[in-house]
């Protein structure tokens, strides 16, 4: 089983990259984010005939979360317990009896404002949606653009970017919390190097190039995918064509 996560960057303006991926790599699953448009401007046309699936939410121009899978998916769910309705940041589905949980984490804007304070609250219901719904026992991938940075090696100038909303110790305990539920990071389960990344900004000259970049797309495993993870890598070449997302594409392989 083949899955995938990617920060879109508006699915409408990336659409020709997401159809040419999901052909040449044939995912089982992918998940999007910031797909950017409300649910009755969402392209599903476009995917007729791709063999996907897709459910969706979405909202005007920000936020928004979508997974494609190539065979049916039950037990939908739009949206966080306890969020804000207009935030849509999360979407669940069980794919072959894999629940798989689309996130995408608040950004924080700036430390001490009201939006980093809702960074931390959301993944401590985030945390709290697990605990009610599932065990660890059960077959879970949480997946998504986490908007951290878990370690030094995860951001290319640790010193200067120590204390941003992306990579700081609140953010980072807020991760770890919902980690403790029963999580693995898979990318760290096949990858011990430094400077691997998956977003690099679009205001720094050539920082795709020079490599300046940060790791803020997780895919996450409860321990029965965990043990049958043979995989995690990036695909780094959708980073290189016409107007492209910020992110590149983080996927998962499992002996399924």
């Not at 204390?163 to 693995?184: L, M």
Request: charged share 25%; glycine share 6%.
């Amino acid at each position: 089983m083949k899955i995938a996560t990617f920060n879109v960057n508006s699915i409408r303006s990336r659409l020709p990259i997401v159809l040419d991926w999901l052909d040449e790599y044939t995912p089982d699953v992918l998940c999007v984010q910031e797909t950017k448009c409300q649910d009755k401007d969402f392209p599903a046309a476009a995917f007729d005939g791709s063999g996907y699936n897709v459910v969706f939410l979405g909202q005007k121009s920000y936020n928004g979360v979508a997974i494609f899978a190539n065979t049916e998916m039950t037990d939908i769910v739009r949206g966080l317990d306890g969020t804000d309705p207009d935030e849509a940041r999360f979407i669940k589905a069980t794919v072959g009896g894999v629940h798989i949980v689309n996130t995408y984490i608040p950004q924080g804007r700036e430390p001490n404002s009201e939006m980093f304070a809702y960074k931390l609250k959301w993944y401590k219901q985030l945390k709290k949606y697990f605990e009610k719904n599932f065990k660890p026992a059960d077959k879970i991938i949480w997946l998504g653009d986490m908007n951290l940075a878990v370690a030094a090696r995860d951001v290319h100038d640790p010193d200067a970017m120590w204390g941003s909303v992306c990579y700081c110790k609140e953010v980072q305990d807020a991760f770890a919390d919902v980690e403790s539920f029963g999580f693995t990071d898979c990318f760290r389960l096949h990858n011990d190097s430094d400077s691997q990344y998956t977003f690099w900004d679009y205001r720094v000259p050539n920082g795709f190039k020079r490599n300046i970049g940060w790791r803020l797309d997780y895919i996450m495993a409860t321990k029965p995918m965990t043990k049958i993870c043979s995989k995690c890598y990036t695909d780094k070449k959708p980073r290189t064509a016409d107007k492209p997302s910020d992110h590149t594409f983080l996927i998962a392989e499992f002996d399924i």
